[in-house]
Protein backbone atom coordinates (compact mmCIF):
# COMPACT_ATOMS: atom_id res chain seq x y z
CA UNK A 1 0.00 0.00 0.00
CA UNK A 2 1.10 3.29 -1.02
CA UNK A 3 -0.14 6.52 0.73
CA UNK A 4 0.52 8.14 -2.64
CA UNK A 5 -2.07 6.39 -4.67
CA UNK A 6 -4.85 7.46 -1.51
CA UNK A 7 -4.66 10.52 -2.14
CA UNK A 8 -7.71 12.92 -2.32
CA UNK A 9 -8.07 16.80 -1.99
CA UNK A 10 -10.60 18.25 0.79
CA UNK A 11 -13.01 19.53 -1.64
CA UNK A 12 -13.36 15.73 -3.07
CA UNK A 13 -14.36 14.16 0.03
CA UNK A 14 -16.48 16.84 0.96
CA UNK A 15 -18.04 16.21 -2.02
CA UNK A 16 -18.50 13.01 -2.30
CA UNK A 17 -18.12 11.57 1.60
CA UNK A 18 -20.54 8.67 1.71
CA UNK A 19 -18.80 7.57 -1.41
CA UNK A 20 -15.29 7.83 0.64
CA UNK A 21 -16.40 6.12 3.34
CA UNK A 22 -17.63 2.68 0.78
CA UNK A 23 -14.12 2.67 -0.45
CA UNK A 24 -12.36 3.36 2.90
CA UNK A 25 -14.45 0.10 4.09
CA UNK A 26 -13.86 -2.28 1.24
CA UNK A 27 -10.58 -0.95 0.58
CA UNK A 28 -8.95 -1.12 4.11
CA UNK A 29 -6.58 0.84 3.30
CA UNK A 30 -6.12 4.73 4.60
CA UNK A 31 -6.28 8.15 2.53
CA UNK A 32 -4.66 11.14 2.54
CA UNK A 33 -7.00 14.13 2.32
CA UNK A 34 -4.96 17.60 1.08
CA UNK A 35 -5.44 21.14 1.48
CA UNK A 36 -4.02 23.65 -0.80
CA UNK A 37 -1.33 20.64 -1.96
CA UNK A 38 -0.62 19.55 1.07
CA UNK A 39 -0.84 16.70 3.10
CA UNK A 40 -3.10 17.65 6.08
CA UNK A 41 -5.17 14.26 7.66
CA UNK A 42 -5.38 10.65 7.10
CA UNK A 43 -8.33 9.14 7.31
CA UNK A 44 -9.29 5.09 7.73
CA UNK A 45 -12.15 2.81 8.11
CA UNK A 46 -12.77 1.96 11.86
CA UNK A 47 -12.22 -1.76 11.33
CA UNK A 48 -8.40 -0.77 10.27
CA UNK A 49 -7.93 1.42 12.89
CA UNK A 50 -9.10 -0.89 15.80
CA UNK A 51 -6.77 -3.16 14.49
CA UNK A 52 -4.00 -0.61 14.29
CA UNK A 53 -5.09 0.21 18.04
CA UNK A 54 -4.44 -3.32 19.00
CA UNK A 55 -1.25 -3.89 17.33
CA UNK A 56 -0.11 -0.93 18.84
CA UNK A 57 -0.78 -2.34 22.49
CA UNK A 58 1.22 -5.57 21.38
CA UNK A 59 4.04 -3.05 20.30
CA UNK A 60 4.28 -1.27 24.11
CA UNK A 61 3.44 -4.51 25.71
CA UNK A 62 6.40 -5.82 23.82
CA UNK A 63 8.77 -2.68 23.86
CA UNK A 64 7.93 -2.88 28.10
CA UNK A 65 9.21 -6.73 28.37
CA UNK A 66 12.32 -5.33 26.48
CA UNK A 67 13.17 -2.65 28.93
CA UNK A 68 12.32 -4.84 31.74
CA UNK A 69 14.59 -7.67 30.48
CA UNK A 70 17.57 -4.87 30.08
CA UNK A 71 17.08 -3.40 33.54
CA UNK A 72 16.89 -7.36 35.48
CA UNK A 73 13.43 -7.05 36.27
CA UNK A 74 12.30 -10.63 35.68
CA UNK A 75 10.83 -13.40 37.67
CA UNK A 76 11.70 -17.23 37.36
CA UNK A 77 9.09 -19.50 35.71
CA UNK A 78 9.59 -21.51 38.98
CA UNK A 79 8.63 -18.74 41.01
CA UNK A 80 5.76 -17.34 38.89
CA UNK A 81 4.70 -21.22 39.15
CA UNK A 82 4.93 -21.30 42.79
CA UNK A 83 2.50 -17.79 43.45
CA UNK A 84 0.13 -20.02 41.16
CA UNK A 85 -0.34 -22.84 43.38
CA UNK A 86 -0.18 -20.84 46.55
CA UNK A 87 -3.00 -18.80 45.22
CA UNK A 88 -4.77 -22.15 43.90
CA UNK A 89 -4.29 -23.69 47.22
CA UNK A 90 -5.60 -20.61 49.10
CA UNK A 91 -9.01 -19.95 46.96
CA UNK A 92 -9.29 -23.50 46.94
CA UNK A 93 -12.53 -24.54 48.78
CA UNK A 94 -11.90 -26.25 52.16
CA UNK A 95 -15.05 -28.87 52.90
CA UNK A 96 -14.39 -28.88 56.85
CA UNK A 97 -14.50 -25.36 57.64
CA UNK A 98 -17.19 -22.60 56.97
CA UNK A 99 -15.88 -19.93 55.01
CA UNK A 100 -17.14 -17.07 56.94
CA UNK A 101 -15.73 -17.50 60.29
CA UNK A 102 -13.16 -20.50 60.25
CA UNK A 103 -14.82 -22.78 62.49
CA UNK A 104 -16.14 -25.95 61.48
CA UNK A 105 -19.10 -26.09 59.63
CA UNK A 106 -22.32 -27.55 61.44
CA UNK A 107 -25.35 -28.66 59.99
CA UNK A 108 -28.57 -26.74 61.10
CA UNK A 109 -28.68 -28.43 64.36
CA UNK A 110 -26.01 -27.06 65.55
CA UNK A 111 -23.54 -30.50 65.75
Given amino acids: MKLSQQVKPI ?22 ITQNGEAKAVIQDIHSYEALQEDIALLKLLAL ?18 DIDQLLMDDAPDNNRDHNNGEESQNSTGE
Fill in 11 to 32: SYLKANAAEVLNQLQESREPLV
Fill in 65 to 82: GKRQLADHHTVTADSVMA
